[in-house]
T-cell receptor
Framework: SQQGEEDPQALSIQEGENATMNCSYK?????LQWYRQNSGRGLVHLIL?????REKHSGRLRVTLDTSKKSSSLLITASRAADTASYFC??????????FGQGTRLTINP | EADIYQTPRYLVIGTGKKITLECSQT?????MYWYQQDPGMELHLIHY???????EKGDLSSESTVSRIRTEHFPLTLESARPSHTSQYLC????????????FGPGTRLTVL
């Protein structure tokens, strides 16, 4: 069953601009995580935000969580060509399993 | 760089063949997972294990089977491959000390002709 739905499905911006991706989910969660996937590769963990947190930063990444709206956003500031990838949100309800969204394909144009 | 490995990276086989996709991790993680992912789509959990001799089916029904005889090894087997099994298969693990984070292998891209 799909928990997270991501918006937009694809995003293309110029290098140096900020990129914002959104994720909505359906049930109560313990935490929400964001992962990055380069084409044809495995996923790499970017950041985790717990259900009792509202905002978190890591380098050029900023994640927000609104549990009342069951939504999260990932902001990448000052984007670089190397940020081109697919970004997935994943929610953890319990039982230590993650449920992934469909992902946002981000393209950074030089 | 995660210490989790998958072999083969690419596999093209004919219908009806038996195949085993290998996954190994050297981090001592107790929990391991197999996901199936079609190009550009979300990941679907097909199997997981919370430790040696523990295996469970995931959210997406799969004709594959898994085993967990050793902590570091979590192979996935298809007894009789079909074209509908064509997909990318991703293995992941998690455990101490970054207990919430899943580490992924590079994936096996399977094509069944």
């Amino acid at each position: 069953s799909q928990q997270g739905e991501e918006d937009p499905q694809a995003l293309s911006i110029q290098e140096g601009e900020n990129a914002t991706m959104n994720c909505s989910y359906k049930t109560s969660i313990n935490n929400l995580q964001w992962y990055r996937q380069n084409s044809g590769r495995g996923l790499v963990h970017l950041i985790l935000i717990r259900s009792n947190e509202r905002e978190k930063h890591s380098g050029r990444l900023r994640v927000t969580l609104d549990t009342s709206k069951k939504s999260s956003s990932l902001l990448i500031t000052a984007s670089r060509a190397a940020d081109t990838a697919s970004y997935f949100c994943a929610t953890e309800e319990g039982a230590q399993k993650l449920v992934f969204g469909q992902g946002t394909r981000l393209t950074i144009n030089p | 760089e995660a210490d989790i490995y998958q072999t083969p990276r690419y596999l093209v086989i004919g219908t009806g063949k038996k195949i085993t996709l290998e996954c190994s991790q050297t981090m001592g993680h107790d929990k391991m997972y197999w996901y199936q992912q079609d190009p550009g789509m979300e990941l679907h959990l097909i199997h997981y294990s919370y430790g040696v001799n523990s295996t469970e089916k995931g959210d997406l029904s799969s004709e594959s089977t898994v085993s967990r005889i050793r902590t570091e090894h979590f192979p996935l087997t298809l007894e009789s491959a079909r074209p509908s099994h064509t997909s990318q298969y991703l293995c992941a693990s998690r455990g101490i000390p970054s207990y919430n984070e899943q580490f992924f292998g590079p994936g096996t891209r399977l094509t069944v002709l």
